[in-house]
């Protein structure tokens, strides 16, 4: 149980472009949901805190909109990265946390994200 | 403020040695410790957590970790090294009731066959 997924695995878009990543929970409802990203040989950094059906609550020094946050039910949540540049080029990771058993994150695979 | 610390950017081992990797925290109030390992490309796997109780956690694939509160430590450890289990792992701490994560910076193990 407990498996989180994220869809793609990877990207690869042109620069200007948007691009969406999806976060699922596909066998528990996840009550609030996390967006981390993380730097080659680096740690995560957590950007954004979502709970499903209210806005998310963004990390200092991430860009709301850039960052587009969807929680749109209890088993998804999108991240938007807008007018991508090459900086924005990373690994981004979601994870979930069920209501139940709130002190564990459940974490997704990772998205490659490579803005050209 | 919440922060966790892994002083060491990479630890090597040789295979069938026992292996450490450190992990100091500073939270206000109880700490919600964990340990996640990520392999190359792959998201975190979960490992370990120390919620509260028994003071020596044991985990996933044979690893535990010593929850040290007048050292604020929790390093983890596992008596005999596996090739395999060359990976990236990291530390995480949280406060009780906050449910955010902050990660240490990561420790590269290298077991050496």
């Known amino acids: 149980g407990a498996v989180v997924s994220q869809h793609p695995s990877r990207v690869i878009c042109k620069s200007g472009t948007s691009v969406k990543i999806e976060c699922r929970s596909l066998d528990f409802q996840a009550t609030t949901m996390f967006w981390y990203r993380q730097f080659p040989k680096k740690s995560l950094m957590l950007m954004a805190t979502?709970?499903?059906?209210?806005?998310?609550?963004?990390e200092q020094g991430v860009e709301k909109d850039k960052f587009l946050i969807n929680h749109a039910s209890l088993t998804l949540s999108t991240l938007t990265v807008t007018s991508a540049h090459p900086e924005d080029s990373s690994f981004y990771i979601c994870s979930a946390r069920e209501g139940t058993r709130s002190d564990e994150q459940y974490f997704g695979p990772g998205t490659r994200l490579t803005v050209t | 403020a919440q922060s966790v610390a892994q002083p060491e950017d990479q630890v090597n081992v040789a295979e069938g040695n026992p292996l450490t990797v450190k992990c100091t925290y500073s939270?206000?109030?109880?700490?919600?410790l964990f340990w996640y390992v990520q392999y190359p490309n792959r998201g975190l796997q979960f490992l370990l957590k120390y919620i509260t109780g028994d003071n020596l956690v044991k985990g996933s694939y044979g690893f535990e970790a010593e929850f040290n509160k007048s050292q604020t430590s929790f390093h983890l450890k596992k008596p005999s090294a596996l090739v395999s289990d060359s990976a990236l792992y990291f530390c995480?701490?949280?406060?009780?009731?906050?449910?955010?994560?902050?990660f240490g910076t990561g420790t590269r193990l290298k077991v050496l066959a």
């Open positions: 979502s709970n499903e059906g209210s806005k998310a609550t963004y």
């Open positions: 995480a701490v949280s406060g009780s009731g906050t449910y955010k994560y902050i």
């Open positions: 939270v206000s109030g109880n700490p919600y």
